[in-house]
């Protein structure tokens, strides 16, 4: 049989199972062999391992490892350690309506890689997994599974429903995430919204907010969705970037006109003020056309038609382009000049409208005066409120006209026939100038996916504008991830945001503990009434504003103390709290044990408007601090090819596939937990984080490309125990000195990339020291030791010694990363004893400082460049078919001099770097006549290179060498394959010395 290497995939592999570990069973090599060379072979000690180069069913036998290594109670453990360092996570919660997704698998990887990683690290772990189990997307996907209407069903079976989704939901997402290997007490140690415990806490800080005057209720325009009846929150929008409107260009005739503008205008008449509005059925509500003071404006003449427009000098041309015609200018003046103005309502005859200054007039589009409807625009309303304009909504919560809209309107739709019929009005007044369908960016409710519109209703707020600089300057002091761009973020949001709306007008969810009274309207919100409420919900939960009678929920006591004399005076109120708000009181009803403090939130990037926005600012009006000490950000998952994932153009990656497998496995292979981890690990995860089935095939060769390596390691410390087996340091050999410098700052770095969460330069690091310093160099090169030199002998312990230190590096530096594979590799491992039961109660690797010599890498870039050189000079890809002669100048010689001190050698550590036969090594001048045993040979190949040579001031300068390639001068050892032997019949000296001894024993 021809000797071939033993790589990485030749181990053989038995296992057994013996209580919790696998056995190691020593086999021999398959395949057939010539009987002469059993008596060599089986003197090489060669790797012994059970543990398997590829799991055959990754899914299934990382199940086994689960049970076997106890990854449910993993977290129970560790909470139960006395620990002086504690690291709190604070788990957002997603949201109980549907199945695990890939978000769900990037978010909850991530926050496990972290919990596992200050685990190793000797820190308590606080992690409990929430659910955000209220609100309308629960509600909408219970009621969409049976059919049922909103307006057909009753409260409390609205809610049970609810629950029963949230609850369903919960269990399959639970299955999904312990599939995945997240560490927490998934049975008694998660938080739910709709607990009883957590619902009267909320009310509680609801209380402490409102006595703090930060929360009100009051009339203004919000957003609402007419697809879900309820008021919306801007973190609630979503905007479609091509939703087309049927805009109007509408004039408005000049009713009274100022002394100034009169001058401008003459004896002209019919002049209007020309207006342009997406929002045709905005007009009918118009109580003012606002202009910009300071800007100029024209009064011009349509060459068309002859009639007369007032709109912004800087828009007559833009607006000239629309109309498809020309505006002759005859006059321009100052905005100002309009002031003290009124124009004639449009389609409200005898209406009349004030001209009103106003900061919000954009000059970017339209015609520089803009329609104001106080019910339907945030800035209108502002408008309202500083010129005492009334507010008056002719809207219903279906985005149905009233009848104060009028007969001709009343009960249309605002975005249907409604607004047509609005622009109809517009034409038969002969105030319509032009129409257009304009495509544009528009709000949508994030969950119907449909329009929502501004109306003005009465609705609880809170004061954010009082709270947000407060929350601004706070968040300066928190570290935030992604740097820079995370936190800039979270203030733009925090900053714009002036008030939250935070009631909603459905049942499945926390009731605003108010009561009105009939008569007056007033709210009745007082500690005592409040205080009574959450007693009631701490025994039976919320549905008992539903369940119990008013006399129950507003007892005598109450109501006197308010004032009042009966409860029959009072109705309860029927607005639930917005779910951003249940969300953002978490830290209060979580986070006890800390103080209310988390050192980490981890979401997506939406969470700016969201999670991180609602819980700083809860926070921040209840006790002037920040949640949280850090927050990081992540993006959202994509479809490989740069596309959002959607359904209907099936590149939805379903991570239960993934890891799992489908049944046509060809299409849908079983990956496992560690690879669906390991992508993660090497996205860029503040960015967007691309998933498909090519990323996914790269992942998983990566980590087989790892698994190869650490199965190496595992074979190689067959018969080592690190208590009697270790060599010291200062016994090892230069190359493996070396390897623990490598190891080291591999070791000082991946523990630094841990610390700032950067994943990538972990996987990164792994990856390079794998492929490039073990597999092509280390390992490599010190086979020949490990395989044919003595067992017991110094260097071939050494070499174990330095890879047992490589393994337990890699194994704890992975094992956040990869659990199942980190704990397979213990499983395995026979160095250890059976009183290690898991990897992660191990701790952290030690890589002890004396490894670090900075003072070895002249050495070993030399070296290195002079092994390069000689790999590129020869044919074969087996060094060991040539010796080669090495002849360096002075400044090369004395360097590797330190490698080799004897001329001629076939066991220096040169030669183990080199790989060759034998290495002889010469000074530049003894070029011509040397007596090595190589020169002596016929030179096959001369060549002359340059190596770096690096200084201890750290300048570089290079110097020269030459080497001399000949064919092999010796004879072929059949057992350590080197060409070293004095005959072919008999092996040669080392190995020689080896079998007498091993024959001895």
């Known amino acids: 049989m021809s000797w071939r290497k033993v790589s990485v995939c030749s181990i053989p592999v038995v296992r057994t199972r013996t209580c919790q570990r696998w056995q190691t069973h020593p086999l021999s090599l398959p395949g057939k062999r010539h009987a002469s060379s059993k008596k060599y072979s089986d003197s090489i000690l060669l790797p012994k391992t059970t543990f398997p180069i590829r799991p055959k069913n990754p899914a299934a036998e990382e199940v086994e490892i689960q049970k076997v290594c106890g990854f449910s109670e993993l977290y129970s453990w560790q909470r139960q350690q006395d620990r002086q360092k504690h690291f709190v996570l604070h788990d957002g919660p997603p949201y109980a309506n549907g199945d695990p997704h890939v978000g769900h698998a990037l978010n909850k990887i991530l926050k496990d890689m972290i919990n596992r990683y200050k685990l190793l690290r000797g820190y308590r772990v606080d992690y409990r997994p929430g659910w955000d189990c209220h609100g309308l997307p629960i509600e909408l996907k219970a009621l969409s599974e049976g059919r049922d209407s909103f307006r057909r069903l009753q409260p409390l079976q609205i809610r049970n429903k609810a629950k029963q989704f949230a609850e369903k939901a919960i269990r399959n997402q639970v299955a999904a995430f312990r599939r995945w290997g997240i560490m927490a007490d998934w049975d008694n140690g998660c938080y739910f919204t709709f607990d009883k415990q957590y619902e009267a806490k909320q009310l509680e800080l609801f209380y402490k ?11 203004k325009p919000v957003f609402y969705s007419p697809s879900s009846r309820t008021a919306l929150a801007e973190a609630e929008l979503e905007y479609k970037e091509d939703h087309v409107s049927h805009a109007v260009y509408a004039k408005f005739p000049l009713a009274t006109l100022s002394p100034a503008l009169k001058a401008i205008v003459g004896g002209r008449c019919d002049v209007s003020v020309l207006t342009w509005t997406t929002l045709p059925w905005t007009i009918p509500a118009n109580e003012a056309m606002c202009y910009t003071p300071s800007h100029d404006y024209s009064l011009c003449q349509c060459k068309t038609t002859g009639q007369l427009y007032i709109l912004a000098a800087e828009r ?17 003046f100052l905005g100002s000049t309009l002031e003290d103005s009124t124009c004639q309502h449009p389609t409200i005859h005898g209406k009349v409208s004030q001209l009103l200054p106003a900061h919000h007039v954009s000059m970017a589009k339209g015609t520089g005066l803009v329609h104001t409807a106080p019910a339907h625009g945030m800035e209108d309303y502002t408008v309202a409120l500083a010129f005492q304009l009334p507010v008056f909504t002719m809207v219903d919560e279906d985005g149905r006209y009233t009848d104060q809209a009028g007969p001709h309107l009343n009960g249309k739709n605002i975005f249907t026939d409604g607004n047509e019929t609005v622009v109809e009005q517009l034409r038969s007044a002969g105030h319509l100038v032009h129409e257009q369908n304009y495509k544009h960016s528009y709000p949508y409710d994030w969950r119907t996916k449909k329009p929502v519109f501004i109306r003005a209703s009465l609705q609880w707020f809170v004061n954010t504008n009082s709270i947000k600089d407060r929350a601004v300057d706070l968040i300066d002091g928190v570290r935030m991830y992604p740097e820079g761009t995370a936190a800039n973020s979270l203030k733009a949001w925090v900053s714009t945001r002036n008030y939250w709306c935070i009631s909603r007008q459905r049942v499945w969810g926390v009731p605003i503990p108010v009561f009105y009274h009939r008569e007056s309207g007033k709210p009745l919100l007082t500690k005592e009434s409040v205080d009574h409420v959450v007693s009631l919900v701490r025994r039976e939960g919320t549905d008992c504003w539903w369940t119990l009678p008013m006399e129950e929920l507003l007892p005598d006591d109450v109501i006197r103390k308010a004032g009042y004399r009966d409860v029959s005076e009072f109705d309860k109120g029927a607005d639930i709290l917005d779910i951003w708000f249940d969300s953002g009181v978490s830290w ?54 740069g596309t959002k994932m959607s359904k209907s153009l099936g590149n939805v990656v379903d991570p239960n596939l993934v890891v799992s497998g489908g049944k046509n496995r060809d299409k849908h292979p079983a990956y496992g937990a560690d ?62 000195q070396y390897m623990l410098h490598v190891l080291y700052q591999y070791a000082q770095k991946v523990t630094d990339a841990y610390e700032n969460f950067h994943f990538t330069k972990v996987q990164y690091l792994t990856l390079g020291l794998v492929t490039k310093e073990l597999s092509s160099l280390y390992l490599n090169i010190t086979k020949d030791r490990l395989y044919c030199d003595d067992q017991t002998s110094t260097g071939r312990r050494g070499c174990q010694t330095v890879q047992f230190h490589i393994l337990d590096v890699l194994t704890k530096t992975l ?77 090369v010689y004395d360097t590797l001099k330190v490698l080799q001190s004897e001329e001629t050698s076939c066991t220096s550590d040169l030669c183990e770097m080199m790989m060759s036969s034998f290495v002889s090594l010469h000074r530049e001048d003894h070029q011509e006549n040397s007596p090595s045993s190589v020169s002596q040979q016929t030179v096959s190949k001369v060549s002359q290179h340059e190596c770096v040579i690096s200084e201890a001031d750290g300048s570089k300068r290079t110097a020269t060498f030459t080497l001399h390639v000949s064919p092999a001068s010796h004879q072929k050892c059949e057992r350590c394959r080197k060409y070293v032997a004095a005959s072919p019949t008999t092996p040669c000296d080392r190995c020689l010395a080896v079998m007498a001894d091993s024959w001895a024993t």
């Open 815 to 891: 094992a956040p990363v990869l659990p199942h594979l980190a704990e397979e590799i213990y499983l395995h491992h026979t160095c250890l004893g059976e009183e290690v039961a898991s990897v992660f109660k191990s701790g952290w690797f030690e890589s002890d400082p004396s490894w670090y010599r900075p003072d070895l890498e002249p050495l070993w870039g030399v070296a290195d460049d002079v092994r390069d050189a000689f790999n590129r000079q020869i044919e074969s890809a087996d060094p060991r078919l040539y010796d080669v002669a090495i002849f360096a100048s002075s400044t």
């Open 209 to 219: 907010m409102y006595e703090k005057d930060y929360i009100y209720q009051d009339f």
């Open 675 to 736: 690879v669906l981890r390991w992508w993660v690990a090497g996205s860029d995860v503040h960015s967007h984080v691309y998933i498909g089935n090519n990323i996914l095939n790269t992942a998983r060769d990566s980590v087989l490309k790892v698994r190869r390596i650490l199965r190496f390691l595992l074979g190689n410390l067959s018969g080592f125990s690190p208590a009697e087996h270790t060599v010291p340091y200062h016994q090892l050999r230069p190359v493996d």
């Open 588 to 641: 209060a009803a979580t986070l006890e044990d800390s103080g209310g403090v988390a050192d980490m939130y981890l979401e997506g990037k939406d969470q700016h408007g969201g999670w991180f926005q609602s819980s700083l600012l809860t926070s921040v009006a209840v006790r002037d601090s920040a949640p949280y000490r850090c927050v990081f950000v992540h993006g959202f998952a994509m479809a490989e090819d």
């Open 316 to 332: 007559v041309e833009g607006t000239a382009q629309v109309l498809g015609t020309s505006l002759d200018v005859l006059n321009t």
